[in-house]
Each structure stands twice: as C-alpha cells, then as structure tokens.
C-alpha cells in the first residue's frame, strides 16, 4: 500500500535561519506530488508542485523553493525564514496526471518563526 | 480558471443531526469531486468523492449529491456523531487544461454532545 511521509512534525525555527522539509512517498511510482500551507484560519494555499523528477512549478511567489531530488522525495526550503512563513505545511501526492484521482495528504509540519 | 464556493464557514449540530455541506464551481470542464475531512492538528483525509458520470454516492453515514447543470455539490452527514466534529473541504478538478484541484474554504463542523 502506498504512504506518504513527512517530518518533522514540529519545527519552530528563528527569522533569518534555513528551512528544510521532507516528503517521502512509498508504494507507488511517478506520483505528483504538491506542498500547500494553511495558514492560521482553514485555507489551503498551493505552494509548488512537480510532475516528475526536477520539475517543480511554483504557485506564489516567495522565498520559499522545492525540489525533487528523487522520483518519490520532494523537499521544501528557505534560505532566511520570515514571521510571515510560519503556518502548517501540508505534502500531499496522488497518482498522476489523470483528473480522477483525490490526493492523499502527510500529516503535516507545523513552522513557528520566532 | 476554477472558482470553488463552500457554505457555510461554521455549522453546529446536535448529536445525531443531520449536516449538509453545499459547494458550487464554476467550471464546467470539472469531472471529479472530493472531500477532505481535517481532524485538528491533522492532515486532511479524503473521505468521499465523486465523479461527473455520477449524480449520488453514498458510503455509510456520508452521502455526495452532484447536480452538473447547477454546478453545485453537497456533502450529507446523517446521525451526527462528536467524532465527526472536524474541517470539511470539497474541491473541484477539471479534465481539462490544469489537473490542480481547486479546493473550497472550508466548513467547520461542530457536533455537540
């Protein structure tokens, strides 16, 4: 069966410094796979996305970046942090290109910028 | 592109009540509807889904409703329990053009005991 890993699950980290979080999925191959954030309130905000291999599209621009290093790890960062980056970080991956498909999310990163 | 409207925001029920969750979209390319349920601190969990072909689903207690030429879909709890308490999100995918699912605000449910 397929799952989807993510961590940490707790991050609280200061402004300026670097980020890097970690998604792994398993159990399946060439998946899309998506980073979105919810900020405080319900809202889920597309961050980047990748069809395969060293593709990344990015949805807002920020100073956040991703990448995918591996068919089933795709990977988030900062250089420099901000207050304004803290929220819950959602991976989320599902079986291609095909319109048929719900995704199946990690169980998140929660980033406090102090 | 695609535009997904969910009402209402916050909805509280009685145990055993009955919620409904309406979504409406703006696309009429869009063949494919799921919903996520998010238990706090969680990550969201698709519950039910749905595809254009198809006007009801049901699985146990949760039911989806579809109407293509109003473009709006629904989700129906029957018997309301505390432990479906949680945000609900439906969304909306197209066949066409971009595969992105564009997701609604959010419900959040609140069942008292």
């Known amino acids: 069966s397929q799952t989807i890993h993510q961590w940490p699950a707790t991050l609280v980290q200061p402004v300026g410094s670097p980020l890097s979080l970690e998604c792994t999925v398993e159990?399946?191959?060439?998946?899309?796979l998506y980073w979105y954030r919810q900020a405080a309130g319900r809202g889920l905000q597309l961050l980047f996305y990748?069809?395969?291999?060293?593709?990344i599209s990015s949805e807002v621009p920020q100073n956040l970046s991703a990448s995918r290093p591996q068919d089933r790890q795709f990977i988030l960062s900062s250089k420099k942090l901000l207050l304004s980056d803290s929220g819950f970080y959602l991976c989320?991956?599902?079986?291609?290109?095909?319109?048929?498909?719900?995704?199946?999310f990690g169980s998140g990163t929660r980033l406090t910028v102090v | 592109g695609e535009n997904v409207e969910q009402h209402p925001s916050t909805l509280s029920v009685q145990e055993g009540d009955s919620a409904v969750i309406k979504c409406t979209y703006s696309?009429?390319?869009?063949?494919?509807f799921p919903w996520y349920k998010q238990e706090l601190g969680k990550g969201p969990q698709l519950i039910i889904d749905?595809?254009?072909?198809?006007g009801e689903k049901k699985d146990q207690r949760i039911a989806v409703t579809l109407n293509k030429t109003a473009k709006h879909f629904s989700l129906h709890i029957t018997e309301t329990q505390p432990e479906d308490s949680a945000v609900y999100f439906c969304?909306?995918?197209?066949?066409?053009?971009?595969?992105?699912?564009?997701f609604g605000r959010g419900t959040s449910l609140i069942v008292h005991p």
């Open positions: 990748s069809v395969g291999i060293g593709q």
């Open positions: 696309d009429s390319a869009s063949n494919y």
């Open positions: 159990g399946t191959s060439n998946p899309n």
């Open positions: 969304a909306a995918r197209s066949s066409g053009g971009s595969y992105i699912p564009t």
């Open positions: 749905i595809r254009s072909n198809v």
């Open positions: 989320a991956w599902d079986g291609g290109g095909r319109a048929g498909y719900g995704y199946t």
